[in-house]
């Protein structure tokens, strides 16, 4: 059974630093691409990051380049992400995803979640 | 970056109604399309992908189709565990985009 397992999440001040992590179970997790994905409190959904499975590929979305890193350890069955200089608007529930294959960009396992607030 | 925009924001059907999501991508992305459902409380849910196949485990009322800018997701006859937030997504290049949602409640 595949498991996302995420933690890292808090309340954190504006302009402050957190870094999540994903330790995934079930499947061969240096086989896949991961992502993060977020939901802000009552809102939809917002694609953050992107790793290809041997960290060939990255990628981000606009709202979090230069400010996020995301990485992994397939030694340890591990995706990050640090978040640096933090603002209120990234305040959302951040979803490990796993990709459909590599490169497929197609989430077809979710973590339950790491909640996330920036304020303060 | 490509947008996509979903219509409409909500509905609410009858039971064994025929429901239809409509979602339009900025510009084309072949059938880099993937659907997937949200209940309330609950992780998404990926149902569709490459714009009308299913994800393995979805029901077969579920069907998608569509390519270029214009996708729809049906729901053939709407059962009580259909409610949920339904997302389109667009995957043919990053960033990746999801659509606004739609809320699909029972009348």
């Known amino acids: 059974e595949v498991q996302l397992v995420e933690s890292g999440g808090g309340l954190i001040q504006p302009g402050g630093s957190l870094r999540l992590s994903c330790v995934a179970s079930g499947f061969t997790f240096g086989s896949y691409s991961m992502n993060w994905v977020r939901q802000a409190p009552g809102k939809g959904l917002e694609w953050v990051s992107y790793?290809?499975?041997?960290?060939?590929?990255?990628y981000y979305a606009d709202s979090v380049k230069g400010r996020f890193t995301i990485s992994r350890d397939n030694a340890k069955n591990s995706l990050f992400l640090q978040m640096n200089s933090l603002r209120d608007e990234d305040t959302a529930v951040y979803y490990c995803?796993?990709?459909?294959?590599?490169?497929?960009?197609?989430?077809?396992?979710w973590g339950q979640g790491t909640l996330v607030t920036v304020s303060s | 970056d490509i947008q996509m925009t979903q219509s409409p924001s909500s509905l609410s059907a009858s039971v064994g109604d025929r429901v239809t999501i409509t979602c339009r991508a900025s510009?084309?992305?072949?059938?880099?399309l993937a659907w997937y459902q949200q209940k309330p409380g609950q992780v998404p849910k990926l149902l569709i992908y490459?714009?009308?196949t299913l994800q393995s485990g979805v029901p077969s009322r579920f069907s998608g189709s569509g390519s270029g800018t214009d996708f729809t997701l049906t729901i053939s006859s709407l059962q009580p565990e259909d409610v949920a937030t339904y997302y389109c997504q667009n995957y043919d290049s990053a960033p990746l985009t999801f659509g606004p949602g739609t809320r699909v409640a029972i009348k």
């Open positions: 490459a714009a009308s």
């Open positions: 995803a796993k990709d459909r294959g590599d490169n497929a960009y197609l989430f077809d396992y």
């Open positions: 790793i290809s499975r041997r960290s060939s590929n990255i």
């Open positions: 510009q084309g992305i072949s059938n880099y």
